[in-house]
């Protein structure tokens, strides 16, 4: 892999730096040292590889407490990590955010039903005008959320791991009113459980009315089987495409699925007598025995009792104990986080780790970062960032730990760059290999994104709201982080090229293009 985008930026400018430059560098070159000088090459591999990018705080805190301290800490973080106050205003200040799925849902609705009630056609489409923008402003709260704590959360490796979890297990925004459930989707059925055990992922996502309405699901009833959730859970979410399911399994486990729905009317559906035990309802989960085939079932070779909402459990049972499970998350992880393509020994090892531990996902992780193949992989490293994660890993580099105020640029170059948060439109998620980020489109859409962050605070610090004042903000990338350490990662070309910025600006643009960067 070869990029070269460097020169093409700079050979037209002057190699001369005018005096504001030289002084402006000059007071750089002075910033106190963010005590880094030991720090080897592969210990910035390893921090972009674990987390959304290298800062000078994290290569601080990295360097004081050791390697293996920090892989700890990321692998086993607090059950709830502290953000910075100023985040935790910034997300405590959104609406919804302390709601749950049952409340947003039925709060929307009746809204979305009152305004196609309107009997005036201008305040009608007005009504509805205000009824959709707040459905759009919901998914951009929680995106914001999202991107706020990726930027800002002590527990990065969680971090990393969420988006991972939710491109995974991926639902588009824009269908149906996926948008006022999105953030809740993240926050309750991803996080808590992103490097837990993987059959209580499964379980949370399937439990949540998001995934429910995106593979349609609320429509599979007894006599209109909907198989759509059924055979992605197969393909994409456990076993994996050619893994040896047949469509007779994936007709079984749509009529096990059967009865599972939403349901965001204050009152019980009306049922038979002998059914109303069995009906189950959390927030607007639902499972509703009228609805559900109770014929018995023969599931990959097993046969489950037709029994209501149990034969769930046993179905889910079975398929996070597939060996093609195991193989199919740990390619899967290993492709994220270690090369497009992982080594085979690794992934057989991470497998049978999935496998002895009942899928516990951080024990699996472990076995990923301390095996010798991941260490081979931070000395050369080939793993190209995908959008998201070149975003992340430039806002965090030019600006640490000082809080932007508006996540909206954010949201608007990841779109640029189509891997925009919560757009995908189908189950599979956005690829994980690099051929897909490449392109020259992509790269040209990257170095203006470069140019605006490292040019200054780019509306990052100006809030969303009116009448706001953009506050004074520089990136300060050229720093002793730089000079003490980071030097060693770049190639003679690189540095070259930087040595002929003719402003600090020109210098952060520089390098936030460089091909050491893009990895």
């Given at each position: 892999?070869?990029?070269?985008?460097?020169?093409?930026?700079?050979?037209?400018?002057?190699?001369?730096?005018?005096?504001?430059?030289?002084?402006?560098?000059?007071?750089?070159?002075?910033?106190?040292?963010?005590?880094?000088?030991?720090?080897?090459?592969?210990?910035?591999?390893?921090?972009?590889?674990?987390?959304?990018?290298?800062?000078?705080?994290?290569?601080?805190?990295?360097?004081?407490?050791?390697?293996?301290?920090?892989?700890?800490?990321?692998?086993?973080?607090?059950?709830?990590?502290?953000?910075?106050?100023?985040?935790?205003?910034?997300?405590?200040?959104?609406?919804?955010?302390?709601?749950?799925?049952?409340?947003?849902?039925?709060?929307?609705?009746?809204?979305?039903?009152?305004?196609?009630?309107?009997?005036?056609?201008?305040?009608?489409?007005?009504?509805?005008?205000?009824?959709?923008?707040?459905?759009?402003?919901?998914?951009?709260?929680?995106?914001?959320?999202?991107?706020?704590?990726?930027?800002?959360?002590?527990?990065?490796?969680?971090?990393?791991?969420?988006?991972?979890?939710?491109?995974?297990?991926?639902?588009?925004?824009?269908?149906?009113?996926?948008?006022?459930?999105?953030?809740?989707?993240?926050?309750?059925?991803?996080?808590?459980?992103?490097?837990?055990?993987?059959?209580?992922?499964?379980?949370?996502?399937?439990?949540?009315?998001?995934?429910?309405?995106?593979?349609?699901?609320?429509?599979?009833?007894?006599?209109?089987?909907?198989?759509?959730?059924?055979?992605?859970?197969?393909?994409?979410?456990?076993?994996?495409?050619?893994?040896?399911?047949?469509?007779?399994?994936?007709?079984?486990?749509?009529?096990?699925?059967?009865?599972?729905?939403?349901?965001?009317?204050?009152?019980?559906?009306?049922?038979?007598?002998?059914?109303?035990?069995?009906?189950?309802?959390?927030?607007?989960?639902?499972?509703?025995?009228?609805?559900?085939?109770?014929?018995?079932?023969?599931?990959?070779?097993?046969?489950?009792?037709?029994?209501?909402?149990?034969?769930?459990?046993?179905?889910?049972?079975?398929?996070?104990?597939?060996?093609?499970?195991?193989?199919?998350?740990?390619?899967?992880?290993?492709?994220?986080?270690?090369?497009?393509?992982?080594?085979?020994?690794?992934?057989?090892?991470?497998?049978?780790?999935?496998?002895?531990?009942?899928?516990?996902?951080?024990?699996?992780?472990?076995?990923?970062?301390?095996?010798?193949?991941?260490?081979?992989?931070?000395?050369?490293?080939?793993?190209?960032?995908?959008?998201?994660?070149?975003?992340?890993?430039?806002?965090?580099?030019?600006?640490?730990?000082?809080?932007?105020?508006?996540?909206?640029?954010?949201?608007?170059?990841?779109?640029?760059?189509?891997?925009?948060?919560?757009?995908?439109?189908?189950?599979?998620?956005?690829?994980?290999?690099?051929?897909?980020?490449?392109?020259?489109?992509?790269?040209?859409?990257?170095?203006?994104?470069?140019?605006q962050i490292g040019s200054g605070s780019a509306g990052l610090f100006k809030p969303d709201v009116p009448n706001a004042t953009d506050q004074p903000a520089f990136p300060l990338i050229q720093n002793a982080?730089?000079?003490?350490?980071?030097?060693?990662?770049?190639?003679?070309?690189?540095?070259?090229?930087?040595?002929?910025?003719?402003?600090?600006?020109?210098?952060?643009?520089?390098?936030?293009?460089?091909?050491?960067?893009?990895?």
């Open positions: 892999m070869v990029i070269r985008p460097i020169r093409s930026l700079h050979a037209k400018r002057s190699s001369r730096l005018s005096h504001c430059a030289r002084i402006a560098a000059l007071a750089l070159l002075a910033t106190p040292a963010v005590n880094a000088a030991e720090l080897k090459a592969t210990d910035f591999a390893l921090m972009d590889r674990l987390t959304w990018g290298v800062t000078p705080s994290a290569a601080e805190h990295l360097k004081a407490i050791g390697t293996d301290r920090w892989i700890e800490e990321q692998l086993h973080p607090p059950a709830v990590a502290p953000l910075p106050p100023s985040v935790v205003a910034q997300i405590e200040a959104m609406p919804d955010v302390n709601k749950l799925p049952f409340d947003i849902a039925n709060a929307f609705d009746q809204q979305g039903r009152s305004a196609n009630q309107v009997a005036d056609p201008d305040q009608k489409k007005a009504a509805q005008q205000v009824f959709q923008q707040a459905m759009n402003d919901r998914a951009r709260q929680a995106a914001a959320r999202t991107i706020l704590r990726a930027l800002y959360a002590p527990d990065q490796l969680r971090e990393r791991m969420v988006w991972f979890w939710f491109n995974h297990f991926n639902v588009h925004q824009y269908k149906a009113n996926i948008r006022v459930l999105v953030g809740d989707y993240v926050d309750r059925a991803i996080r808590p459980y992103a490097m837990g055990h993987f059959r209580d992922l499964l379980s949370a996502t399937l439990h949540h009315p998001a995934m429910l309405r995106y593979l349609d699901n609320a429509d599979n009833a007894a006599g209109h089987i909907n198989e759509n959730y059924a055979r992605e859970i197969m393909e994409l979410h456990t076993m994996g495409v050619g893994s040896g399911y047949t469509q007779s399994d994936v007709e079984e486990l749509a009529r096990i699925l059967t009865g599972v729905g939403i349901d965001t009317r204050p009152e019980d559906p009306k049922l038979k007598p002998e059914l109303q035990a069995q009906l189950v309802r959390e927030g607007a989960f639902e499972f509703n025995p009228a609805r559900h085939d109770y014929g018995d079932k023969t599931f990959l070779g097993h046969t489950i009792k037709g029994r209501g909402l149990a034969e769930i459990d046993e179905a889910l049972d079975i398929l996070c104990r597939q060996p093609a499970t195991a193989a199919h998350i740990s390619q899967k992880l290993a492709t994220y986080f270690v090369s497009d393509m992982p080594p085979p020994a690794l992934v057989q090892r991470m497998a049978e780790k999935f496998q002895k531990t009942d899928g516990d996902l951080t024990a699996v992780l472990s076995t990923m970062v301390r095996a010798p193949e991941f260490t081979a992989s931070l000395k050369s490293p080939t793993k190209f960032k995908d959008s998201v994660q070149y975003v992340m890993s430039a806002v965090r580099m030019a600006y640490d730990n000082k809080v932007i105020l508006n996540t909206n640029p954010i949201q608007n170059w990841l779109n640029r760059l189509a891997e925009g948060l919560f757009n995908h439109q189908t189950p599979d998620g956005y690829p994980l290999t690099s051929a897909t980020w490449i392109g020259p489109g992509q790269m040209m859409v990257r170095f203006e994104i470069a140019r982080l730089f000079f003490e350490s980071l030097r060693q990662t770049l190639s003679p070309t690189t540095l070259a090229a930087l040595d002929q910025a003719v402003s600090p600006q020109d210098w952060n643009t520089l390098f936030l293009s460089s091909p050491e960067f893009m990895q």
